[in-house]
């Protein structure tokens, strides 16, 4: 009844039908993967806000290269890990980051280098600022860093990709994103390989910062990726064996409709005698 499905046209199809399947299951099992690293990344978001802080040499190795380098990235599961840190701000390298959205307004992030004991620097986020009247690009009065000894606690945030040039404007550092390489090669010590996300500072940060907020990945868009690409690798192998059934019935006239009876083509019984 099946004998068909060895013929080439239904060899080709089922050949056809199994790489596509394959391929989705791959694709599935590949925004599984995803789905898993973007819930990690949460997990180490949540986490961060309740743990106690480390000392920094916890969580970032030092830079050991020269003026304008930068130290190791942060492992893996470094990344956003709660810090505490003591040094002094540079005010003078000032780096505004422009284009960053806080409460559906643009304006700027402030990041200002803080100089540690043995002379190497942290970028330190120290929040979102309005700019001045007259746009979105117009630059803001920052307000100024303490001076001397400053306590700070944040979290450990990494390079941001695509950081572009960095530009000097009004004798400030700007750039589009925080890429801690680019901006290592223009101040005047070596620079720890990320950057902190500012919680709390001692002596307290100016209220005219707002705290940057850091969104969860959208982990449960990858795992309805996951449910989609799976359900439909099982949809083209039932698709294709409810094609090989049909085509089996048709084949054994099973369910086939013979049609209207002609009538007229029936032999006209004689009369009786």
Known sequence: ????????????????????AAVMVFLGNWQLDRYRGRTEVNERIDAGLRMAPAPLADALRAPTGGTG??????AEDKVWTRITVTGRYDPTNTVLVR???????????????????????LLVDRGWIPPAPG???????????????????????????G???????????????IGVSRLASELPYPVYGAYLLLDEQTPSADPVFKAVPVG???????????????????????????????????AAGIGVDPGPMDRAAEPTPSPSA
Do not use: C, K
């Not at 009844?1 to 596509?20: C, E, I």
């Not at 559906?104 to 043995?118: I, Q, Y």
């Open 99 to 121: 284009g960053r959205t806080v409460d559906s307004r643009v304006g700027f992030e402030v990041l200002t280098p803080l100089v540690l004991a043995d002379g190497t620097a």
């Open 216 to 250: 969860h990945t959208n982990n449960w868009q990858n795992f309805g990726y996951v449910v989609q690409w799976w359900l439909f690798a099982v949809m083209s192998l039932f698709g294709y064996g409810w094609v090989a059934r049909r085509e089996a019935r048709r």
């Open 135 to 161: 746009g979105a690009t117009a630059q803001p009065a920052v307000p100024a860093a303490p001076t001397g000894d400053v306590t700070v606690v944040g979290r450990v945030h990494e390079t941001e990709s």
């Open 69 to 74: 380098t930068t130290g190791p990235a942060p």
């Open 163 to 177: 950081a572009g040039a960095v530009a000097r404007r009004d004798g400030r550092l700007e750039i589009r994103r």
């Open 1 to 20: 009844m099946y004998r068909f499905l060895l013929s080439p046209r239904w060899l080709g199809a089922l050949a056809l039908t199994l790489v596509a």
